[in-house]
């Protein structure tokens, strides 16, 4: 007796993921999803609601017999702090862990300063969000960070990237971590906004792709529920390939041809000012387009073409239901889309056309620190990592809110 076994802990977390994903939302049905008896599913929840991981609703749901009370992830078990780090701005969250954000800041950054004083400023958002919400920090789950660069995810850090000086290898979870004294995780923007879109519009869906086209280009790939980052986290990274023709463009990684150089906002942006217009990157190029200016129109639409030659290769390698166009560019609407479904539907084979769709992204700029909010809250709600969780908050979170003495979930 005394204190639940990591096992047992972990057990537990296995039917709080059935709750969180939708799958089982009573007592019965979480019978039938998991296949435990009814014994094992009362002491398993037990944990969980001493815990603070679920809630009772006043809401029944018929189960066949009498109706069944409905349990739901509790949102307010603890606090995500989020930032979304962009070429020129930083987002700053805290959120629910829906995710739904309860406080955020922003500040104007050029990345290419360097990771000190990005960290810096998210660090002294992040406390200063807490400070409003009034929330300590024993509260608060970890943070989680979004950067538009190519990250090692499982080392926590970023390799190579093109445009922010300084970052490469900077031990940017350490960092946080040292200052905020709760755990950090990092992830490319394109991954977080894939995820956050997935998991608020898409859930049902099993073979998601998501295409950023913003400044840069890149996607992410969402299969069964979880992201696919591939071996060290560059999967997805369709920004940087080839196209070797004689007067392919300079890309900002140094090589010639990329799709980046040909599509992403700053290359449109490039060729526009060339011609006279006023564009510095993907904002100014779709605020061109809404003034329904003529070449802006034309080149927004040859580079939906160029997204759409690479997208029919993702979709000859993947073979998704879904593609979903995001980020800034994704804002010039049919302009952009119609080259990338022409390219698709014309060079894909009728297979990998069955039910295929191609849509607009739904989330709105929020979508990178939501997504950040996600890493974070997936990450420590995961079976194996429940048992730390709930020793770091959950004890902390159900004594403060029935006032009563320290004690550990029991779970027999
Ligand atoms: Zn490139």
Same mark, same amino acid.
């Given at each position: 007796?005394?204190?639940?076994?990591?096992?047992?802990?972990?057990?537990?977390?296995?039917?709080?993921?059935?709750?969180?994903?939708?799958?089982?939302?009573?007592?019965?049905?979480?019978?039938?999803?998991?296949?435990?008896?009814?014994?094992?599913?009362?002491?398993?929840?037990?944990?969980?609601?001493?815990?603070?991981?679920?809630?009772?609703?006043?809401?029944?749901?018929?189960?066949?017999?009498?109706?069944?009370?409905?349990?739901?992830?509790?949102?307010?078990?603890?606090?995500?702090?989020?930032?979304?780090?962009?070429?020129?701005?930083?987002?700053?969250?805290?959120?629910?862990?829906?995710?739904?954000?309860?406080?955020?800041?922003?500040?104007?950054?050029?990345?290419?300063?360097?990771?000190?004083?990005?960290?810096?400023?998210?660090? !002294?958002? /992040? $406390?200063?969000?807490? @400070? *409003?919400?009034?929330?300590? +920090?024993?509260?608060?789950?970890?943070?989680? #960070?979004?950067?538009?660069?190519?990250?090692?995810?499982?080392?926590?850090?970023?390799?190579?990237?093109?445009?922010?000086?300084?970052?490469?290898?900077?031990?940017?979870?350490?960092?946080?971590?040292?200052?905020?004294?709760?755990?950090?995780?990092?992830?490319?923007?394109?991954?977080?906004?894939?995820?956050?879109?997935?998991?608020?519009?898409?859930?049902?869906?099993?073979?998601?792709?998501?295409?950023?086209?913003?400044?840069?280009?890149?996607?992410?790939?969402?299969?069964?529920?979880?992201?696919? !980052?591939? /071996? $060290?986290?560059?999967? @997805? *990274?369709?920004?940087?390939? +080839?196209?070797?023709?004689?007067?392919?463009? #300079?890309?900002?990684?140094?090589?010639?041809?990329?799709?980046?150089?040909?599509?992403?906002?700053?290359?449109?942006?490039?060729?526009?000012?060339?011609?006279?217009?006023?564009?510095?990157?993907?904002?100014?190029?779709?605020?061109?387009?809404?003034?329904?200016?003529?070449?802006?129109?034309?080149?927004?639409?040859?580079?939906?073409?160029?997204?759409?030659?690479?997208?029919?290769?993702?979709?000859?390698?993947?073979?998704?239901?879904?593609?979903?166009?995001?980020?800034?560019?994704?804002?010039?609407?049919?302009?952009?889309?119609?080259?990338?479904?022409?390219?698709?539907?014309?060079?894909?084979?009728?297979?990998?056309?069955?039910?295929?769709?191609?849509?607009?992204?739904?989330?709105?700029?929020?979508?990178?620190?939501?997504?950040?909010?996600?890493?974070?809250?997936?990450?420590?709600?995961?079976?194996?990592?429940?048992?730390?969780?709930?020793?770091?908050?959950?004890?902390?979170?159900?004594?403060?809110?029935?006032?009563?003495?320290?004690?550990?979930?029991?779970?027999?």
């Amino acid at each position: 007796m005394g204190e639940p076994g990591n096992g047992g802990a972990e057990a537990a977390g296995r039917l709080l993921a059935l709750i969180r994903e939708g799958k089982a939302s009573s007592r019965p049905t979480i019978e039938r999803a998991s296949g435990l008896s009814r014994v094992t599913v009362v002491q398993r929840l037990r944990y969980l609601f001493e815990a603070g991981l679920v809630v009772d609703g006043d809401a029944t749901e018929a189960s066949g017999g009498r109706p069944a009370r409905i349990i739901s992830a509790n949102p307010d078990f603890a606090v995500a702090l989020a930032a979304d780090v962009g070429e020129s701005m930083i987002r700053v969250a805290a959120t629910d862990l829906s995710p739904r954000i309860l406080a955020e800041t922003t500040f104007d950054l050029d990345v290419a300063s360097g990771p000190q004083a990005a960290l810096t400023g998210i660090v !002294r958002s /992040a $406390r200063n969000l807490l @400070g *409003d919400l009034a929330t300590p +920090q024993e509260r608060v789950l970890g943070i989680g #960070l979004s950067l538009p660069a190519p990250v090692n995810h499982v080392a926590g850090r970023v390799v190579g990237p093109s445009v922010m000086r300084g970052w490469d290898d900077f031990d940017v979870c350490g960092f946080l971590k040292s200052e905020l004294g709760v755990p950090a995780l990092v992830d490319n923007d394109v991954n977080l906004m894939a995820l956050s879109e997935y998991r608020r519009y898409w859930p049902r869906v099993e073979h998601f792709l998501f295409i950023k086209a913003g400044t840069g280009i890149g996607s992410g790939i969402i299969l069964k529920g979880a992201v696919y !980052r591939g /071996a $060290r986290g560059a999967s @997805g *990274d369709i920004g940087h390939i +080839q196209f070797d023709e004689a007067s392919a463009p #300079l890309c900002r990684c140094g090589k010639f041809g990329c799709v980046e150089a040909r599509a992403g906002g700053w290359a449109i942006a490039r060729d526009l000012s060339a011609n006279g217009l006023k564009a510095r990157n993907a904002r100014d190029v779709v605020d061109l387009v809404e003034r329904r200016e003529p070449d802006a129109i034309q080149r927004v639409r040859e580079a939906g073409r160029v997204l759409g030659e690479v997208a029919a290769d993702v979709v000859s390698v993947l073979n998704p239901t879904t593609i979903v166009v995001g980020g800034t560019m994704a804002r010039a609407g049919e302009h952009l889309l119609a080259g990338v479904k022409e390219m698709i539907y014309r060079r894909s084979l009728p297979l990998a056309l069955e039910g295929l769709g191609v849509f607009a992204a739904r989330s709105d700029d929020r979508a990178g620190v939501l997504g950040a909010a996600c890493l974070v809250v997936d990450a420590a709600l995961a079976p194996e990592a429940l048992f730390d969780t709930v020793e770091r908050l959950g004890r902390a979170k159900s004594d403060e809110r029935r006032g009563k003495t320290p004690r550990t979930p029991r779970l027999r």
